[in-house]
Structures are given as structure tokens and as C-alpha cells.
């Protein structure tokens, strides 16, 4: 039987500051929100390094090694059909532990956004990095059933095939935009209405660098067909960019920090139009803050 997490209620004594900071292990557990109180998770400044970083003088290589371990975990446990929604947040929160076991340093705010709506929403943000995929689920798939829009070649893929399948993702081929939209709106609906979230990087491809022109709306369109909630993420995560002829075996930027910013549900009364500049308004805002890069 699958043991069942206690939840964590945010403490009365955050009303003083009105911020809680989560540790990881709170992070994952059932959150019961407090009015007024902000919702963080910033990693400490100094954690545990992993041994092998030191013994391969920091280079990239063990911490693929550990990559590749956890990945081929969760493979091994998806190809029994064992990686149920708990292992997939709870390996999100193991692989936060190693970035930081690295040198990486998180800042995740607006966590209390994923709380203030009871059912099902659509989240939507930029894409700069394998690194969101693994990580989000840790402070959102703990808090809500979720699932991705993905390009069908990770379903396929031979080592992350498995783990994708278990996610039941919607996968796009990513060669017709016109199927590629209507699969979105029919089966992102049916996800939602069987109360699963659904997570959308409107972009082509991961870049470090934002481009308005080159985000599209469907994320919005899905959120205003369903009638839910559209919630924007903004993230820099180009402390691990995509590599050479393994995208997904890229190097490390120690000297950048990591940064999660979720921001309030947008309602789904809110025009298309209006919905889509608040969420790209907020994604740029937050990307000049940290220091990223926005085409003109």
C-alpha cells in the first residue's frame, strides 16, 4: 500500500513576515495554504557537496553520471508501471538535490499560487532547459496531478520513453501546427476535465533567450476553451543549457542561479488577448530582474 504524506500546514507564525520558506521535504508534501503568506523555496548557501564533484575536480561528468542514474531509476520503475504520481514528484525533489549537490543555487516564489486555485489549471512558461521538466514537478505535481505537452520523440526516446509514458503526456509531433493545435485543445481538455493539470512551454525550442515572437497563445486558448485558470511560470535555468550532440548531457554554469517565479492564476474570464500579454509581460519582467536575455 502506498504510504500517504501528512500534510504541512504553513506555520501561523509566517503571518509576522508574511513568507514561508519550504525545505525540500515540505515542498512535496500536501501544502495547506495560509491567506497573506507568500510561499518560497531558496536553497541554503551552502549545501552538500557530492563527493565525486570533488574527485573528478568539477567537471561535468559525474554529475551526468548522476543524471543518468536517476533517470535509469525511474525508467526501471515506469517499465513495471510503479511510477506513480508520488515518485514523480518525489524523484523532481531528489534531482533538485543533486543540482544543488553542485552548485545549485534556487530561488522558486509564488509557490502559494499553485494553492489558491482548487481544480485543475493551465500552466504556461518559457523554456530554456531540461532542467524545468525535471524540477517542476517537485512544487507543483505535490500539489496538483500533472502532465506535459512534449514532443513525441521524448515519449519515444529509449531512456526517457518509459518515464514519459507514465506521465500520459500529449505528445506533438511537432511537423503540422494545425494537428499539433487541435491535439492540444482535444486532449489538453480531456486532461483538465478529469481534474489534471496541464504544463505548456509555448515556445519552438528551449532558448536562453526570449523571443515574444516566437511564443505562441495555445497555452491560452487551452486555458479558455477548458474555462480554468492560465498560471505563468517564469524561469532562468541556463545554470544547465542544452549540449553539443547530447542536447541533454549539457554543461554546467555554477556562477548562475536558478530562478522559479509563479505567478497569480490569470482567470478564465479574462479576453485571450489580454491573457497572453499578461502572461509574456510577466515572463519578460521577470527575466529583466534576474539578468536574462530578451530580443527586441
Not at 97 to 103: A, F, Q
Not at 160 to 181: H, Q, V, Y
Not at 244 to 273: Q, T
Amino acid at each position: 500500500m502506498t504510504e500517504i504524506l501528512n500534510e504541512f500546514i504553513i506555520p501561523e507564525s509566517s503571518l509576522d513576515t508574511g513568507i514561508y520558506s519550504l525545505s525540500r521535504d515540505e515542498m512535496i508534501r500536501p501544502i495547506v495554504r495560509r491567506e497573506n503568506v507568500r510561499v518560497q523555496y531558496h536553497s541554503l548557501s551552502k549545501n552538500k557537496e557530492d563527493y565525486l564533484d570533488k574527485i573528478f575536480f568539477r567537471t561535468n561528468f559525474p554529475f551526468w553520471l548522476r543524471y543518468l542514474q536517476i533517470i535509469f531509476r525511474g525508467r526501471s520503475l515506469a517499465l513495471k508501471g510503479e511510477f506513480t504520481d508520488r515518485k514523480f514528484f518525489e524523484f523532481s525533489a531528489e534531482f533538485i538535490r543533486i543540482l544543488e549537490s553542485y552548485g545549485g543555487i534556487f530561488h522558486i516564489t509564488g509557490i502559494e499560487n499553485v494553492l489558491e486555485t482548487e481544480g485543475p489549471v493551465v500552466f504556461a512558461g518559457n523554456h530554456m532547459s531540461v532542467l524545468e521538466t525535471f524540477v517542476l514537478p517537485a512544487f507543483i505535481a505535490s500539489q496538483k496531478p500533472l502532465t506535459f505537452v512534449v514532443k513525441d520523440s521524448l515519449v519515444t526516446n529509449r531512456m526517457f520513453g518509459a518515464i514519459m509514458k507514465s506521465r500520459d503526456p500529449i505528445a506533438l509531433a511537432r511537423t503540422n501546427p494545425r494537428e499539433d493545435f487541435n491535439k492540444v485543445m482535444t486532449e489538453g481538455l480531456e486532461k483538465l476535465k478529469n481534474n489534471r493539470s496541464v504544463a505548456i512551454f509555448p515556445q519552438a525550442t528551449r532558448d536562453r533567450i526570449f523571443k515574444r515572437s516566437e511564443f505562441n497563445s495555445i497555452a491560452t486558448k487551452l486555458a479558455k476553451k477548458a474555462g480554468v485558470p492560465l498560471v505563468p511560470i517564469a524561469l532562468k535555468t541556463d545554470f544547465w543549457l542544452p549540449g553539443g550532440p547530447v542536447k541533454d548531457l549539457g554543461a554546467l554554469n555554477r556562477d548562475r542561479k536558478i530562478h522559479f517565479s509563479i505567478g497569480k492564476p490569470i482567470p478564465a474570464e479574462v479576453p485571450s488577448k489580454e491573457s497572453q500579454t499578461i502572461l509574456e509581460d510577466y515572463i519578460i519582467d521577470h527575466l529583466k530582474y534576474w539578468g536574462g536575455e530578451i530580443a527586441e
